[in-house]
């Protein structure tokens, strides 16, 4: 007959180790939004901090969104970004500096197959930490054409010619 510590022994020498937990990387919203249209932390977990901007409580893609109140000046990456909570309503209130850790996923409205540009959200938010409420919420950004970079600007079809 085998020892327990003998049939232990055999039982989880055969097992891979598992890996330590990974921590999630701190990073801006911009560094996470990119410059480019798949966020370079796609499928990832991260840390961002800013303020709740706006609250989505119902719906089907319930969330809030939070903003980076500085910036960091370029035009080709975004300040805010949507935290997305599925059906649940979310718990954060506007005008609270707040840390997310979260994971960032890529959502295609519509379907992927479709080939329709993504927008880059967090997904399984959890404020770590409430630094401050109450905060004045950053101005809004106008989008237009002169504020989009022309690589990510649609280009208008062309007129049908008449034959």
């Known amino acids: 007959m085998l020892g327990a510590a003998c049939l232990t022994g055999a039982l989880t020498a055969g097992l891979p180790a598992l890996p330590a937990s990974a921590s999630a990387a701190t ?6 939004q990119g410059s480019k249209r798949v966020s370079p932390y796609n499928n990832q977990e991260v840390t961002v901090t800013g303020i709740v901007t706006a609250i989505r409580p119902a719906g089907f893609s319930r969330g809030y969104w939070i903003q980076d109140a500085a910036g960091d000046g370029d ?10 909570t599925g059906s649940t309503t979310p718990s954060a209130k506007a005008g609270n500096k707040v840390t997310v850790k979260a994971k960032v996923a890529e959502y295609y409205p519509g379907g992927s197959a479709d080939g329709g540009q993504s927008v880059t959200r967090i997904t399984q938010p959890e404020i770590t930490s409430t630094a401050s409420t109450g905060n004045a919420l950053p101005a809004a950004y106008a989008l237009n054409a002169a504020s989009i970079p022309d690589a990510y600007t649609p280009t208008p079809a062309a007129a049908p010619s008449r034959g």
Do not use: G, H, R
Request: net charge negative; proline share 6%.
């Open 75 to 84: 035009p080709t990456t975004s300040e805010a970004v949507f935290a997305y």
């Open 27 to 32: 990073v801006t919203i911009a560094a996470l």
